[in-house]
């Protein structure tokens, strides 16, 4: 079984019950599975190559996400491009992808300009297809692709300034689509309001949702606050999933101007951690339906599941129990099971976890050990398996439920004439959890200002990994043994943030 095959089940079942939901009203189950074999057979027709990577890159609408589904029918593996990222960095991406096609959206089209790939628009899935195409993951689809197979590449930052290829196999998704539908106990009643990127957790609940014979809700675009309410209320959302500095948004507005939400059934926070005051303050609006898991692009959501019950006490420090599929142990430095109460690195075993990193061996010997996923994360359990995520061993900002890698800023920052040597590091942050900042050296007798510094940043990397601020030193606190000494700059910048 592929994880398209949930889909196609439930659009057997129920054919007539909404898919999907959006501005311009409901599509079917049987709708949206005649779309999704249409737009997928044209894919074939433009790329008829099996199993090849096609890139995607476009906004949170309804498109995008049946674009998604024909590509996952046709038996591509889907490369998600962020709208986020700076063009630069996209264009990279893609170069070491290697796509036989790239499908965009207008404004993505004109980002990728003169990237050495074919680009197609996602109106051209609209085409008719030529000639009679067989679909290698359709519904009647004859099988016999192995489970080991890619399904996505996703990136996530790498220690040398580029991000690295996470390649996600089949059987990782259909892990993810049963264990969230057990965990969540989704079914057909079940709507979900799409507030995260599709690139990102979107992408992730969708067929779960689907393959349990629930809809996705598409609030108008850009959606802010007041209309994934809005949308939240007039189609009886029953469930999303967005950052802290998101959800934190929402309650905002929910408390300026109450929506009946009562028919929420999970508000599931992710992506960062969330202060025990704001899980509080959440609860306090939205109801005893906050809850919260912990995944990584290596091992999707969901590696641990803390449901709205648990988050009450002590318990609102931690991220949850194993979910169904999954282990997950805390390790020594020697790789041996530390027991309940003492720190270690987080480490996950299961048929969630990637199978590699894309033409990265060294990384990913490194990383899979024995079976189990290093997660580079620090934590500890508890006598009765909560999982409490202490520290971060390897060097990653997340900031508004985004990772960062300093070392993918310090590259770009570092390349700036003007600076001769800079800093990225994380400082706490009441909206963002952690905010990017950046300290930096310049070169003797060069000038530069921060907001030139930072524009350079942005229009390499996009607007998530660009510092909130640049502090500027004559020199940089080294260590012992003359290295820069994050701590040092750490404490000097937050001195300066708070004084």
């Not at 990279?92 to 993505?108: G, H, K, Q, T, W």
């Not at 926070?269 to 704001?278: D, L, T, V």
């Not at 200002?449 to 930072?454: P, R, S």
Request: aromatic share 6%; net charge negative.
């Amino acid at each position: 079984m592929y994880p398209i095959d949930f889909f196609w089940r439930a659009a057997e079942r129920f054919p007539q019950r909404p898919a999907l939901i959006g501005a311009d009203g409901e599509q079917s189950f049987r709708q949206l599975a005649d779309t999704v074999q249409q737009r997928a057979a044209t894919l074939l027709t433009l790329d008829p190559r099996p199993g090849s990577a096609v890139c995607l890159g476009a906004a949170n609408t309804v498109d995008h996400l049946v674009a998604l589904l024909a590509i996952l029918a046709a038996g591509k593996v889907w490369v998600p491009l962020n709208p986020r990222n700076g063009d630069p960095e996209l264009q990279r991406l893609i170069a070491f992808v290697e796509p036989s096609l790239v499908l965009v959206d207008v404004p993505m089209a004109e980002r990728l300009a003169g990237v050495g790939a074919r680009i197609e628009p996602l109106d051209a899935l609209r085409q008719p297809a030529t000639g009679d195409v067989a679909l290698p993951m359709g519904p009647n689809g004859t099988g016999g692709i192995p489970l080991e197979r890619a399904q996505a590449i996703k990136f996530t930052g790498g220690t040398t300034g580029f991000p690295k290829g996470v390649l996600q196999p089949l059987r990782a998704w259909n892990t993810n689509i049963a264990t969230q539908i057990q965990a969540y106990g989704l079914g057909p009643q079940d709507r979900y309001l799409v507030a995260a990127p599709i690139t990102h957790g979107t992408g992730t609940y969708m067929l779960p949702l689907l393959g349990a014979g629930g809809a996705l809700v598409f609030p108008d675009y850009p959606a802010k606050p007041a209309q994934l309410l809005d949308a939240a209320q007039a189609h009886r959302a029953t469930i999303f999933f967005a950052p802290p500095t998101l959800v934190m948004a929402l309650a905002d507005e929910q408390t300026a101007r109450p929506r009946d939400l009562s028919s929420l059934r999970f508000v599931v926070y992710g992506g960062a951690p969330m202060r025990p005051e704001q899980i509080r303050q959440a609860q306090a609006v939205f109801g005893p339906v906050l809850c919260t898991s912990y995944g990584q692009t290596e091992a999707p959501q969901i590696v641990t599941f803390l449901p709205p019950q648990d988050m009450q006490g002590r318990r609102l420090g931690s991220v949850g129990r194993a979910s169904l599929l999954t282990q997950i142990a805390v390790l020594d430095p020697q790789g041996r099971p530390l027991p309940p109460g003492e720190q270690g690195e987080i480490a996950v075993r299961g048929d969630l976890l990637m199978s590699g990193y894309l033409k990265a061996d060294t990384e990913t010997t490194q990383t899979l050990v024995d079976g189990w996923l290093r997660t580079g994360d620090g934590g500890e359990l508890d006598a009765d398996g909560y999982l409490y995520l202490r520290d971060r061993l390897r060097d990653v900002i997340i900031t508004g439920g985004f990772n960062v890698y300093p070392s993918d800023v310090e590259v770009v920052l570092s390349a700036h004439p003007a600076v001769a040597e800079c800093a990225v590091l994380g400082v706490p942050d009441e909206k963002w959890g952690e905010a990017v900042h950046a300290a930096v050296q310049l070169r003797p007798g060069a000038q530069a200002g921060a907001d030139e510094l930072l524009a350079w940043v942005r229009e390499q990397l996009g607007p998530v990994k660009t510092p909130k601020a640049v502090h500027f030193f004559d020199a940089l606190p080294r260590s012992a043994v003359a290295k820069v000494s994050k701590p040092a700059v750490r404490a000097a910048i937050v001195k300066e943030v708070l004084a």
